[in-house]
């Protein structure tokens, strides 16, 4: 093909092919570079994370909330003034849904931010021990290996709050 192509469309085509060719090369050796770092995996169980620093840092501020709405929701079920017996259940039903939607937004406006915390955490110690890898090993899924990191990230939640 490259024989039929005449004067400076011949000199592009061999540039652009050279050219080509030195980039696949370079990709390759970056490629095969990247293969060679050695990858070290950590994990952490999500479980514990959750019973030892999500749960007791949500219960207290969740308790006040669920406490609080729960007096709500009697007062405004003690004014419901229907004689239907069915009509005033399905009003009753309706407000209970209402203020567990409520309820369920405080949860997830609580955890979120934990969420982050973490995830920040669960990176921080990882890149400190030089984990690059980190997986969750709370239903025993890393049967060999690994660095478990649950305790530092623990200890890391711990010194954040």
């Known amino acids: 093909m490259i024989k039929h192509l005449k004067g400076k469309n011949r000199i592009a085509m061999i540039g652009g092919v050279g050219l080509l060719l030195v980039l696949v090369a370079l990709g390759a050796s970056l490629s095969m570079s990247k293969a060679k770092q050695e990858t ?6 999500s479980e514990r994370l959750v019973k030892e620093f ?14 609080r709405l729960q007096k709500e929701l009697d007062a405004e079920i003690a004014k419901l003034q229907n004689d239907d017996e069915n009509k ?4 009753a039903q309706a407000l209970k849904n209402k203020y567990q939607a409520i309820l369920d937004q405080k949860k997830e406006d ?3 931010p934990l969420l982050v915390q973490t995830r920040d955490s669960i990176q921080r110690v990882a890149e400190v021990r030089g984990i690059t890898l980190v997986l ?16 530092e990230v623990l200890q890391d939640l711990g010194q954040g709050r």
């Open 88 to 91: 005033k259940l399905e009003e």
């Open 54 to 67: 999500m749960e007791p840092t949500v219960r207290e501020p969740l308790t006040q909330e669920t406490d």
């Open 110 to 112: 609580l955890i979120t």
């Open 136 to 151: 969750d090993n709370t239903y025993g899924l890393v049967l060999y290996g690994g660095m478990d990191l649950t305790d």
């Open 40 to 45: 070290t995996v950590g994990y952490v169980n």
